[in-house]
């Protein structure tokens, strides 16, 4: 089972995944999508897990969980941005964006809330 952790900013998008024992395996960088639309930022941060999990001969049925950091405020019990000033991103379901990625695939999320 693998693990992953994207980091998604104004500026760039990291993601990593590591194995069951939490050695690194991977990581990618990208630069975040530009503007208030919040989809493409999403759909590059799930591609870039895709990627990784690909590079490694792994699915997303393999994916234990995903570690999400994202700029702020955040509403935690929500698990949504808020605001975000310089981006333009509004009340973004950012856990629900990927729980949903992840039983469209037939993924259970595990414990999502």
Known sequence: MYW???????TKIAASIAADDAVI??????ATPPGADF????E???AMVGELLAAHGA???ELSGIGI???GPLDL??????????????EVP???LFITARIILNVSPGESD
Not at 4 to 10: E, H
Not at 25 to 30: E, N, W
């Open 44 to 46: 590059a941060a799930a």
């Open 59 to 61: 699915t997303l049925k």
């Open 39 to 42: 989809s493409p930022v999403f």
């Open 4 to 10: 992953a952790g994207v980091d998604i900013g104004g």
């Open 69 to 71: 950091s994202c700029p």
């Open 94 to 96: 950012v856990r629900r």
């Open 25 to 30: 395996l991977g990581t990618v960088r990208r």
């Open 77 to 90: 019990a929500a698990g949504s941005i808020v605001q975000v000033a310089t981006t333009g991103w509004r």
